[in-house]
């Protein structure tokens, strides 16, 4: 699938140290990943529940909440196939850094809290995008398989949520959203103490 709309959204590509430390770390990278889902699932029910008055919001984020958990049972079942001990992992600092920057009034709450959900579903697509053939060269064929079928719900999921933010706003959003983009590329470009799904650049202090 072609994903470079979602390369050319980001201000920048995951750094290739990231990647190859990721290689390294396969099954850590599979429990955050799961992690991942049922955040992104819990998110988008917190969203419903917040502004039932929405109706496109409503439709939009049960779709959406409804993929997450399959893709959770998903990666969970490839976590118990390998025998992976699922434990609980720390957060990393990325999603919390930028739900610093969410306005406290609305309608901007709610923009700012669907443009954060635009950049991680465009992260993670562009991650799984550059997993993908670094996988399939260490013979994780199966893997590579799954992380290509992921990119077209997730290519969706930033369009949906980018597309609520510009509804509900009723100003143009764009100078907004670069402002995130802005610091999710220097959270993506730093050194980072945690490796996990969205974290920054592995350095030898870096834990698992």
């Known amino acids: 699938m072609d994903i ?3 390369r050319e959204f980001l201000h920048c590509d995951t750094p290739v140290s990231w990647l190859d430390f990721a290689l390294e770390h396969v099954d850590t990278l599979l429990i955050d990943h799961a992690k991942c889902e049922k955040k992104a ?9 917040k502004y039932s008055e929405r109706e496109n919001l409503q439709i939009k984020m049960a779709q959406l909440a409804r993929e ?3 893709h959770f049972e998903q990666v969970y079942e490839k976590i118990r196939e390998r025998k992976i001990e699922y434990t609980i992992l720390s957060p990393s600092r990325y999603a919390n850094c930028l739900r610093k920057m969410v306005r ?6 709610l923009v700012d809290l669907c443009i954060i959900g635009a950049i991680i579903e465009a992260r993670s697509c562009e ?3 550059s ?6 060269s260490k013979g994780e064929n199966d893997l590579a398989k799954y992380y290509r079928y992921l990119l077209k719900s997730e290519s969706r999921h930033y369009e949906d949520y980018l597309a609520l ?12 959203v670069e402002e995130f983009l802005k610091v999710e590329a220097e959270l993506i470009c730093e050194p980072d103490e945690l490796f996990r799904f969205h ?3 592995p350095t030898s202090e870096t834990v698992i």
């Open 127 to 129: 991650r799984f995008a």
């Open 131 to 136: 997993l993908a053939p670094l996988l399939e």
């Open 41 to 49: 699932a819990s998110m988008a029910l917190s969203l419903m529940f």
């Open 104 to 109: 406290a009034h609305e309608p901007d709450k």
């Open 199 to 201: 974290s920054g650049i």
């Open 4 to 6: 470079s709309h979602i």
């Open 165 to 176: 933010a510009a509804e509900y706003a009723g100003y143009d959003i764009q100078a907004r």
């Open 68 to 70: 997450e958990v399959l």
